[in-house]
């Protein structure tokens, strides 16, 4: 097997070999997703993160069919446009199969369906002979499951592991197990229908034959089980086929829908909408985003929150369910080995064997400066959305405990500026969202040494501030309105003072644990338009330097600028371009009424975006220079689908239209509303506000975009400020 990547001192994913196929597709329902090839295999080879996986484990780490023992040759691959289904098309090779007539190439065409539902892979097999003679071959499927934890997949060396347990086999069912040092016992059950001539614990065959024109149909179902507890019986494929299109059908009503002149970019919607309910898992507490695939298919704090802030817009539930599971998470007491400290918002939580067992230290873990700060914004985002004043008062304490830690515990010395520092060696070292171990730095290359002041992350805690002084005054604590609002424009007044250097035009990185200003730029710095700290005139400057050479690559903005000394344009955190952060920088943009800017960031994403497998945005990209006639480079780890790249289009254009809410009026409002080249027309539909809905159409004009209400029901006012 090739060498896996591994997963360095800071939990980083480096790469040493490359994915054993580019054209991936994946499944996901709940915490159960599936990675395969285009053939509809799963290859133990390349980066090895091909697989069935539940709970953080691989349940299913190979399954290859086969047509007389070879492979066949592949004619097409493509997931539904709703994530519902995975279809592949096969044809046969030339065959030989001993004591049987040669099979002629392209004789027998191979369909294969996929579909996951409720810890289950169900797949249809039908193949049919479109000769002019009967065929007889052999078809056959080889599994196996190593049980390995992601972090293994990523890299992870263990010392010890657990015991396989001894495969059990029936005339149509194999049961292949693993026993881990957490006790915990894990099952994959394979079914076959109809009853194959041999299954054996790492091969079920099927022999079939073909009058011309004749078909048969196979069918598979691997289900993942935990602890001896086998899941409900799965159903058949066909009565699991109708349910995940009616569950899928249901996500995708209720929701605002946009549909604009531009066919190609309603892809580009399309496929975000899709992946955004596909990765959006339902908890309890609500739905909740996962982060992406295949490496952080779970919660995360930091990315369930801006991916919710991206699409609050067109869902704003989404936030409701990210906010009640992360009040829910909340920590309460320190802990110094998952960097918990009371009031602190969870940065990533994890449920496979070497989170139970502590080898890794993410089972809950709160290493991350930023969730805490955009927590609170969220909140007061979603009430700006929607008026929904009961719900923040559910919250309301974990907000005041939020506001808490930001003070006592963010504030590491009492200067105002909210820094971090790991607790222990086995957290993460870097705890912005840029938390590659090598991403803060000074202009010479020095790694910064912690605690570290994030230029960005003094912008999330001031918004933070502003929005929960408004929320206060609505729940009539107007002390702490008053204390919070002068708080922030403190704030403002001091990281104006302390980060803008004049030396290379814009907010420094950080301050590192002296104090001293890492002088590089970044794209961190677009943050501080987001939040709306920056001055005019620095919101300016900063703005136009984005949009250089040295840092606008054509697709998008890079995350620093190529004369930085640790530029790299394939490095994740130090040259790439992220969507979502350039879906961010945008929305800053927009603000400060530099949309002309913010439509040049969209548009290169847009042509981005058309060069993607399936117009899927993944978590970055390669910072490449843009060339005529050739794609953007892609980043060979990158996750995609990714929640926050989904989400990031919807962000550009409420960046593009300026579009805001105001719930006590209630008011739709479209301030200085502008469209990129390629939109004559968008169409929002269903777009509602305190029980009220509007339909919209909205037409470029040379000089101004004009805003149609087309139809609306409830009382709702659309306000549009040219």
């Known amino acids: 097997m090739v060498e896996k990547i591994q997963l360095g001192e800071q939990w980083y994913i480096l790469?040493?070999?490359s994915p054993a196929d580019e054209r991936r597709r994946v499944l996901k329902h709940n915490d159960t997703f599936a990675m395969f090839d285009r053939f509809g295999d799963v290859q133990p080879m390349g980066l090895g993160e091909e697989g069935i996986y539940d709970g953080d484990t691989c349940f299913l780490s190979q399954q290859e069919l086969l047509i007389e023992g070879v492979r066949p040759m592949h004619l097409n691959s493509t997931v539904r446009d709703d994530n519902g289904l995975f279809i592949v098309e096969l044809m046969n090779p030339d065959l030989y199969p001993a004591g049987k007539k040669h099979i002629p190439k392209g004789e027998l065409h191979i369909f294969r369906g996929k579909l996951l539902l409720d810890g289950t892979c169900y797949e249809h097999i039908r193949i049919v002979n479109f000769g002019l003679t009967p065929i007889e071959a052999t078809v056959s499927m080889e599994f196996g499951a190593d049980y390995k934890d992601i972090f293994e997949v990523r890299g992870f060396k263990r010392e010890k592991r657990g015991e396989y347990l001894t495969p059990q086999t029936t005339d149509q069912e194999l049961?292949?197990?693993y026993r881990g040092l957490d006790k915990q016992v894990r099952r994959t059950r394979i079914h076959c229908d109809p009853v194959p001539k041999k299954l054996t614990a790492r091969q079920a065959d099927f022999d079939i034959a073909l009058e011309p024109k004749a078909e048969v149909h196979l069918y598979v179902t691997i289900s993942c089980e935990h602890n001896d507890q086998q899941r409900p019986p799965p159903t058949d494929y066909f009565?699991?086929?109708?349910?995940?299109?009616h569950t899928v059908s249901c996500s995708l009503q209720g929701r605002c829908k946009v549909v604009t002149s531009d066919p190609l970019f309603n892809n580009w919607l399309d496929r975000s909408t899709a992946d955004l309910v596909m990765l959006t898992t339902s908890r309890k507490e609500g739905d909740y985003p996962y982060a992406g695939l295949p490496w952080y298919s779970t919660t995360f704090g930091?990315?369930?929150?801006?991916?919710a802030r991206e699409y609050l817009w067109i869902d704003p539930c989404l936030a409701k369910g990210v906010l009640t599971f992360l009040a829910a998470t909340q920590a309460t007491e320190l802990d110094p080995e998952r960097d918990a400290e009371p009031g602190k918002i969870l940065h990533e939580a994890r449920n496979g064997e070497l989170a139970a067992l502590n080898e890794i230290p993410f089972g809950r873990y709160y290493g991350t400066v930023d969730a805490t700060p955009l927590f609170v914004g969220l909140a007061g985002a979603y009430y700006e959305r929607t008026g929904d004043l009961d719900f923040i008062r559910s919250i309301w304490d974990n907000i005041l405990r939020a506001l808490h830690w930001i003070d006592h515990y963010g504030d590491r010395d009492g200067d105002g500026f909210v820094e971090y520092a790991r607790y222990s060696e086995t957290g993460l070292a870097q705890q912005g969202w840029k938390d590659s171990q090598d991403s803060v730095f000074h202009a010479d290359g020095r790694l910064a040494d912690a605690p570290i002041a994030l230029c960005e992350v003094q912008g999330y805690v001031y918004e933070a501030k502003l929005r929960a002084a408004e929320l206060a005054r609505l729940l009539g604590d107007h002390a702490l309105a008053k204390k919070l609002h002068d708080a922030a424009m403190l704030l403002k007044k001091n990281f104006n003072e302390a980060f803008w250097c004049e030396r290379i035009g814009t907010y420094a990185l950080a301050l590192d644990g002296e104090k001293q200003q890492c002088e590089v730029a970044s794209s961190n710095a677009g943050h501080?338009?987001?939040?709306?700290?920056?001055?005019?005139?620095?919101?300016?400057r900063i703005a136009d330097q984005l949009l250089s050479e040295e840092f606008f690559c054509g697709w998008g903005i890079r995350t620093?600028?190529?004369?930085?000394?640790?530029?790299?344009?394939?490095?994740?955190?130090?040259?790439?371009v992220w969507p979502h952060d350039n879906a961010l920088i945008a929305e800053g943009m927009a603000r400060y009424g530099f949309t002309a800017k913010a439509m040049a960031v969209f548009t290169g994403?847009?042509?981005?975006?058309?060069?993607?497998?399936?117009?899927?945005?993944?978590?970055?990209?390669c910072g490449f220079e843009k060339r005529p006639d050739e794609g953007p480079t892609l980043y060979p780890v990158a996750c995609s689908p990714q929640a926050w790249a989904a989400a990031s289009v919807f962000s550009l254009l409420q960046a593009c239209l300026g579009l805001s809410f105001d719930p006590h009026k209630p008011e739709i409002r479209f301030r200085h509303p502008q469209l990129p080249p390629f939109l004559e027309t968008v169409e929002i539909h269903d777009l509602s506000i305190n029980g009220a809905t509007v339909d919209l159409l909205l037409q470029r004009y040379p000089n101004n975009v004009g805003v149609n209400v087309i139809r609306k029901e409830g009382n709702v006012e659309v306000v549009a400020v040219a």
């Open 15 to 17: 790469a040493t070999s």
């Open 175 to 177: 049961l292949l197990g």
């Open 239 to 245: 009565t699991a086929f109708t349910q995940v299109n």
């Open 302 to 307: 930091r990315d369930g929150i801006l991916t």
């Open 528 to 540: 501080t338009l987001w939040s709306g700290i920056a001055t005019p005139e620095y919101a300016a």
């Open 560 to 576: 620093i600028p190529t004369k930085e000394v640790r530029y790299n344009p394939m490095a994740y955190h130090n040259g790439s």
């Open 605 to 621: 994403l847009r042509s981005a975006s058309l060069y993607m497998d399936q117009n899927r945005m993944p978590e970055l990209f």
